[in-house]
C-alpha cells in the first residue's frame, strides 16, 4: 500500500477511550449547533459542527500521542568484507612469499562466484577501499604500520548488510590496539588468512627498554633492557646505551639458553630537556633481521630535585610522620617551618624556603598566631606562581586568614564546630582508579585503618573538585569529605579534612603495609605534575617515523581559564641537520589543530611551535620526534598465528592458510546464506510531537470562529 509492506497506526493510551471520546466531540459538536442565533442555514451548521469536531479530534489526537510507522522491505545483497594488508612487513624475505601468496588468494575469491558480494579494502595506517579491476595500482605493500582496528570502525561498517569479514595478513599489529573486542561486539565471522611464517627464526632483539617515569638531572637512574634470542644462545654479543651519538655505558653478555637476558645501564642525565636514547646490540651472523637490534626511545628529564617544603601551624606527629614519608622519595628536597610564635619559626630562612618550594605542604596553617607577613607570601605563591599545595584543614586553622586562599582550596569551609568526629575513611567507589589513593596502595588496606580526629563542621566539595574518600563513624557511612582534590586552569590543590593522620602509619607499621608513605609520596607527585593542563601544548602522533611517512601534529590551546581558542594561527618550524621546514596548522574546533607534513630525510627533528592571536605570539611550545631510526614494520619478522586465530575463534570464524581458499570460499558462502537479502527500513513518526497538529487545530477553531463572526453568531 502506498509502496510501503506495512502501515501501522498506534496510540499511547487505550483505543477504546479514544473512540469514545471521538464520539463525545462528534455528540458535543452536533449538539452546539443543533440551533443557533441569528438561525443559519442547515448545510452553514453542518459546516460549522464539522469544523468543531475536526478541532476537538485534532486535539484529542495530540492527548493520546499518536505514531504512525511506515515498514518497507527493499533488496539489500548481503557483502563480505576483504581487508588486505598492504603494509611493509608484506615485503618480508622469510621464504613464504607472501605478496605472491596475497595476490593468489584475490585472484581465487575474484574468479569465484562470490565476486559480486565481495568489498575488497586496503589497510595500514589507513583503511581503503579498492577496485577488483585496480588492484595492482592500489596495493603497494608499502604503508609504514598495521592498525587492524580501523578495520572495525563503526562509520565504515555501517548501513552495509555484512555477512562476514576476511583478514589477509600477518597478524603484527605496529599502530593501535588488538581488535579482539570490537571485533566480538560486531556479532559478525571474523576469517583470517594467516600470512608469512609462524615459526622462530634465528634472531636476536632488543625486545623492551623500561625506565622511570620521572627522571631528575644530576641524579643516577637505570635504564633495564630485555634482550631476547633464537637460536643464538651462548654467543656474546656487545649491548650499548647512547644518548644521541654519545656512548653511555658498553656492556658484554652471554646470551642466556632461556631466550632472554635483562641488562641494566647506569643513566646519570646532566641536563634537564627531552633527551633520545637508543639501547642497541650488535648484530649477529645469521639473523633474520637486524631492524630489531635497535630501541630508540625519548624520556623526559627534569631540571632538578622537586623542592617540597612543609609548614606546619606547630610541632606534632603529623609533621614528624609526613616529614618521613616524603624523605624516602629521592627526587625531593624536603624542608620544614615549624611555628612556635607569630613570626618565629624553629628553622632558619622562612623566605628563602617559601620562595623557593615546587610543592607547598600546609598542615593546620595558617594559625591566628601565623604573622600576615608570612601568610602573604606563603599566599602569593599559592595564587599568583601557581604553586601546588596540600592543606590539612581542621579547628587549628584561622578561617579568617584561610578565606584569602578559598579559590584555590579544594573545599569550601564554611564553619568549624570546634568538636572531633572519630571516623574512618570511606573511599569514594567512583575514584577508585585515582592515582592518589591506588598507586601502590591495596585498596583493601583501606578498609583496616584506625580512626583519625575529623572537624566536623560545614565542609562542602566545590563542584569541580574529585571528593576521594568520605568518612565512616560508627560504621555509619556519612557523605562528608575528607580526602578532597581539585585540578584545574594548571592549579593543582588536595586537602585532608581533621588532624592524627599519623595514626594510619602505627596501625599498618606492623603489618608492613606502607599505605601511609605511598598515600602521601603519591599525592606529593600528583601535585609537582604541573604540565597536563598546559595552555598551549604541541605534540607528534607517534615519536618515530619511518623515512616517506606523513608526521601529523595535533595542538592545543586555551585561554587563561582553559576555555579553548579557536582563531589562532599556529606556526610550526621544523629543523634537522639538513635543513628547516614550516607548517601551519589548521582549526578543527574546540581548542584543537591538526596539520601534517612528509619528511623524507631520515634523522632526529626538534620543532618550535608559536600561537598567535591578532599576529601577536601568545604562547609558545617546542618538542622532538625522529624520522627513519626504526622501521616498525621490519622489527617483528614472525607472523602472529596465536591473534589470528584468537580472532577468528572469538568471533565464531576461521583460520585459513593461503592454500586453503576453497574452504574459505565454501565459508564465506556460507555466511552469505545465514544474512537476509532484504533489508526492513522502519520509519517512525510521532505526530502527537509535530507543531503541525496544534497549528491545523487553531487553524481551524480560527475558522469556525471567522464564519461565526460573519454570521452574526453569539
Same mark, same amino acid.
Given at each position: 500500500?502506498?509502496?510501503?509492506?506495512?502501515?501501522?497506526?498506534? =496510540?499511547?493510551?487505550?483505543?477504546?477511550?479514544?473512540?469514545?471520546?471521538?464520539?463525545?466531540?462528534?455528540?458535543?459538536?452536533? +449538539?452546539?449547533?443543533?440551533?443557533?442565533?441569528?438561525?443559519?442555514?442547515?448545510?452553514?451548521?453542518?459546516? @460549522?459542527?464539522?469544523?468543531?469536531?475536526?478541532?476537538?479530534?485534532?486535539?484529542?489526537?495530540?492527548?493520546?500521542?499518536?505514531?504512525?510507522?511506515?515498514?518497507?522491505?527493499?533488496?539489500?545483497?548481503?557483502?563480505?568484507?576483504?581487508?588486505?594488508?598492504?603494509?611493509?612487513?608484506?615485503?618480508?624475505?622469510?621464504?613464504?612469499?607472501?605478496?605472491?601468496?596475497?595476490?593468489?588468494?584475490? !585472484?581465487?575469491?575474484?574468479?569465484?562466484?562470490?565476486?559480486?558480494?565481495?568489498?575488497?579494502?586496503?589497510?595500514?595506517?589507513?583503511?581503503?577501499?579498492?577496485?577488483?579491476?585496480?588492484?595492482?595500482?592500489?596495493?603497494?605493500?608499502?604503508?609504514?604500520?598495521?592498525?587492524?582496528?580501523?578495520?572495525?570502525?563503526?562509520?565504515?561498517?555501517?548501513?552495509?548488510?555484512?555477512?562476514?569479514?576476511?583478514?589477509?595478513?600477518?597478524?603484527?599489529?605496529?599502530?593501535?590496539?588488538? &581488535? *579482539?573486542?570490537?571485533?566480538?561486539?560486531?556479532?559478525?565471522?571474523?576469517?583470517?588468512?594467516?600470512?608469512?611464517?609462524?615459526?622462530?627464526?634465528?634472531?636476536?632483539?632488543?625486545?623492551?627498554?623500561?625506565?622511570?617515569?620521572?627522571?631528575?638531572?644530576?641524579?643516577?637512574?637505570?635504564?633495564?633492557?630485555?634482550?631476547?634470542?633464537?637460536?643464538?644462545?651462548?654467543?656474546?654479543?656487545?649491548?650499548? @646505551?647512547?644518548?644521541?651519538?654519545?656512548?653511555?655505558?658498553?656492556?658484554?653478555?652471554? =646470551?642466556?639458553?632461556?631466550?632472554?637476558?635483562?641488562?641494566?645501564?647506569?643513566?646519570?642525565?646532566?641536563?634537564?630537556?627531552?633527551?633520545?636514547?637508543?639501547?642497541?646490540?650488535?648484530? =649477529?651472523?645469521?639473523?633474520?633481521?637486524?631492524?630489531?637490534?635497535?630501541?630508540?626511545?625519548?624520556?623526559?628529564?627534569?631540571?632538578?630535585?622537586?623542592?617540597?617544603?612543609?609548614?606546619?601551624?606547630?610541632?606534632?606527629?603529623?609533621?614528624?610522620?609526613?616529614?618521613?614519608?616524603?624523605?624516602?622519595?629521592?627526587?625531593?628536597?624536603?624542608?620544614?617551618?615549624?611555628?612556635?610564635?607569630?613570626?618565629?619559626?624553629?628553622?632558619?630562612? &622562612?623566605?628563602?624556603?617559601?620562595?623557593?618550594?615546587?610543592?607547598?605542604?600546609?598542615?593546620?596553617?595558617?594559625?591566628?598566631?601565623?604573622?600576615?607577613?608570612?601568610?602573604?607570601?606563603?599566599?602569593?605563591?599559592?595564587?599568583?606562581?601557581?604553586?601546588?599545595?596540600?592543606?590539612?584543614?581542621?579547628?587549628?586553622?584561622?578561617?579568617?586568614?584561610?578565606?584569602?586562599?578559598?579559590?584555590?582550596? &579544594?573545599?569550601?569551609?564554611?564553619?568549624?564546630?570546634?568538636?572531633?568526629?572519630?571516623?574512618?575513611?570511606?573511599?569514594?567507589?567512583?575514584?577508585?582508579?585515582?592515582?592518589?589513593?591506588?598507586?601502590?596502595?591495596?585498596?583493601?588496606?583501606?578498609?583496616?585503618?584506625?580512626?583519625?580526629?575529623?572537624?566536623?563542621?560545614?565542609?562542602?566539595?566545590? &563542584?569541580?573538585? #574529585?571528593?576521594?574518600?568520605?568518612?565512616?563513624?560508627?560504621?555509619?557511612?556519612?557523605?562528608?569529605?575528607?580526602?578532597?582534590?581539585?585540578?584545574?586552569?594548571?592549579?593543582?590543590?588536595?586537602?585532608?579534612?581533621?588532624?592524627?593522620?599519623?595514626?594510619?602509619?602505627?596501625?599498618?607499621?606492623?603489618?608492613?603495609?606502607?599505605?601511609?608513605?605511598?598515600?602521601?609520596?603519591?599525592?606529593?607527585?600528583?601535585?609537582?605534575?604541573?604540565?597536563?593542563?598546559?595552555?598551549?601544548?604541541?605534540?607528534?602522533?607517534?615519536?618515530? +617515523?619511518?623515512?616517506?611517512?606523513?608526521?601529523?601534529?595535533?595542538?592545543?590551546?586555551?585561554?587563561?581559564?582553559?576555555?579553548?581558542?579557536?582563531?589562532?594561527?599556529?606556526?610550526?618550524?621544523?629543523?634537522?641537520?639538513?635543513?628547516?621546514?614550516?607548517?601551519? =596548522?589548521?582549526?578543527?574546533?574546540?581548542?584543537?589543530?591538526?596539520?601534517?607534513?612528509?619528511?623524507? !630525510?631520515?634523522?632526529?627533528?626538534?620543532?618550535?611551535?608559536?600561537?598567535?592571536?591578532?599576529?601577536?605570539? +601568545?604562547? !609558545?611550545?617546542?618538542?622532538?620526534?625522529?624520522?627513519?631510526?626504526?622501521?616498525?614494520?621490519?622489527?617483528?619478522?614472525?607472523?602472529? +598465528?596465536?591473534?589470528?586465530?584468537?580472532?577468528?575463534?572469538? *568471533?565464531?570464524?576461521?583460520?585459513?592458510?593461503?592454500?586453503?581458499?576453497?574452504?574459505?570460499?565454501?565459508?564465506?558462502?556460507?555466511?552469505?546464506?545465514?544474512?537476509?537479502?532484504? #533489508?526492513?527500513?522502519?520509519?517512525?513518526?510521532?505526530?502527537?510531537?509535530?507543531?503541525?497538529?496544534?497549528?491545523?487545530?487553531?487553524?481551524?477553531?480560527?475558522?469556525?470562529?471567522?464564519?461565526?463572526?460573519?454570521?452574526?453568531?453569539?
Amino acid at each position: 500500500m502506498f509502496g510501503y509492506d506495512k502501515i501501522e497506526f498506534s =496510540l499511547s493510551f487505550s483505543w477504546i477511550i479514544f473512540f469514545l471520546l471521538i464520539l463525545i466531540s462528534a455528540v458535543y459538536s452536533i +449538539y452546539v449547533y443543533r440551533f443557533t442565533l441569528p438561525p443559519v442555514s442547515k448545510l452553514k451548521r453542518f459546516f @460549522l459542527a464539522l469544523l468543531r469536531f475536526f478541532a476537538l479530534t485534532v486535539l484529542i489526537l495530540v492527548f493520546f500521542e499518536p505514531i504512525l510507522t511506515l515498514v518497507k522491505k527493499i533488496k539489500d545483497e548481503p557483502v563480505n568484507l576483504v581487508f588486505i594488508d598492504n603494509s611493509k612487513s608484506m615485503q618480508i624475505k622469510d621464504g613464504s612469499n607472501r605478496i605472491e601468496n596475497i595476490l593468489q588468494v584475490l !585472484k581465487e575469491l575474484n574468479n569465484s562466484d562470490l565476486k559480486d558480494n565481495l568489498l575488497l579494502y586496503s589497510f595500514g595506517a589507513q583503511v581503503k577501499q579498492i577496485e577488483k579491476n585496480d588492484l595492482k595500482n592500489k596495493i603497494g605493500f608499502d604503508e609504514n604500520s598495521t592498525n587492524l582496528t580501523k578495520i572495525f570502525d563503526p562509520e565504515l561498517l555501517k548501513e552495509k548488510n555484512l555477512a562476514s569479514i576476511t583478514i589477509i595478513s600477518d597478524g603484527v599489529i605496529t599502530e593501535g590496539s588488538t &581488535p *579482539t573486542y570490537q571485533a566480538e561486539k560486531l556479532g559478525k565471522p571474523v576469517f583470517t588468512i594467516a600470512i608469512g611464517d609462524s615459526s622462530r627464526k634465528k634472531d636476536a632483539a632488543v625486545k623492551n627498554v623500561l625506565f622511570n617515569e620521572y627522571v631528575y638531572a644530576e641524579t643516577p637512574t637505570t635504564i633495564s633492557a630485555t634482550i631476547t634470542n633464537n637460536g643464538f644462545a651462548g654467543q656474546s654479543i656487545t649491548s650499548s @646505551l647512547f644518548e644521541g651519538n654519545n656512548l653511555i655505558e658498553q656492556k658484554q653478555i652471554v =646470551l642466556d639458553n632461556s631466550g632472554v637476558n635483562s641488562v641494566n645501564f647506569n643513566y646519570l642525565p646532566k641536563e634537564s630537556g627531552e633527551k633520545k636514547l637508543t639501547v642497541r646490540i650488535s648484530n =649477529l651472523e645469521n639473523e633474520t633481521s637486524t631492524a630489531n637490534n635497535v630501541y630508540p626511545f625519548f624520556i623526559n628529564v627534569r631540571a632538578n630535585k622537586i623542592k617540597v617544603l612543609i609548614v606546619a601551624g606547630s610541632p606534632s606527629s603529623d609533621l614528624t610522620f609526613m616529614k618521613n614519608a616524603l624523605q624516602k622519595e629521592n627526587n625531593f628536597q624536603i624542608n620544614t617551618l615549624t611555628q612556635i610564635k607569630s613570626a618565629a619559626f624553629l628553622e632558619i630562612n &622562612p623566605n628563602q624556603k617559601i620562595d623557593s618550594a615546587d610543592v607547598i605542604f600546609l598542615l593546620s596553617f595558617p594559625t591566628r598566631e601565623t604573622s600576615q607577613e608570612i601568610f602573604n607570601r606563603i599566599k602569593d605563591r599559592i595564587l599568583n606562581r601557581n604553586i601546588p599545595f596540600f592543606i590539612m584543614l581542621n579547628n587549628d586553622v584561622d578561617l579568617t586568614k584561610l578565606a584569602q586562599l578559598s579559590n584555590s582550596i &579544594p573545599a569550601a569551609i564554611q564553619s568549624f564546630r570546634g568538636d572531633y568526629l572519630i571516623a574512618q575513611p570511606d573511599i569514594n567507589s567512583d575514584e577508585i582508579n585515582n592515582p592518589v589513593i591506588s598507586n601502590n596502595i591495596n585498596l583493601n588496606d583501606w578498609n583496616n585503618l584506625p580512626p583519625i580526629n575529623y572537624s566536623a563542621g560545614t565542609i562542602i566539595a566545590k &563542584p569541580e573538585s #574529585k571528593i576521594l574518600s568520605y568518612i565512616k563513624a560508627e560504621s555509619n557511612r556519612l557523605k562528608l569529605p575528607l580526602i578532597v582534590s581539585r585540578n584545574i586552569a594548571s592549579k593543582r590543590s588536595l586537602c585532608f579534612i581533621g588532624k592524627d593522620f599519623w595514626k594510619w602509619k602505627l596501625q599498618t607499621a606492623t603489618a608492613n603495609i606502607q599505605l601511609y608513605d605511598n598515600l602521601i609520596l603519591n599525592i606529593a607527585k600528583w601535585l609537582s605534575v604541573t604540565d597536563e593542563q598546559k595552555q598551549f601544548s604541541v605534540r607528534t602522533i607517534r615519536k618515530f +617515523y619511518s623515512a616517506g611517512d606523513e608526521v601529523e601534529f595535533v595542538a592545543e590551546l586555551y585561554d587563561e581559564a582553559l576555555n579553548p581558542l579557536n582563531d589562532a594561527e599556529i606556526e610550526i618550524k621544523i629543523k634537522t641537520a639538513a635543513g628547516e621546514s614550516d607548517l601551519t =596548522l589548521n582549526s578543527i574546533g574546540n581548542g584543537l589543530y591538526e596539520g601534517k607534513i612528509k619528511l623524507l !630525510k631520515p634523522g632526529d627533528y626538534i620543532f618550535s611551535a608559536d600561537a598567535k592571536l591578532n599576529g601577536k605570539v +601568545y604562547k !609558545k611550545d617546542s618538542g622532538k620526534f625522529n624520522v627513519g631510526d626504526i622501521d616498525v614494520e621490519m622489527i617483528e619478522t614472525r607472523m602472529n +598465528y596465536e591473534l589470528l586465530n584468537d580472532l577468528a575463534y572469538r *568471533t565464531n570464524g576461521k583460520l585459513f592458510f593461503p592454500d586453503q581458499t576453497n574452504s574459505l570460499i565454501t565459508e564465506l558462502r556460507k555466511s552469505i546464506n545465514k544474512v537476509s537479502d532484504e #533489508k526492513v527500513v522502519e520509519s517512525q513518526f510521532k505526530l502527537w510531537s509535530n507543531e503541525w497538529m496544534l497549528v491545523i487545530a487553531v487553524l481551524l477553531f480560527s475558522l469556525e470562529w471567522f464564519i461565526r463572526k460573519q454570521s452574526g453568531m453569539l
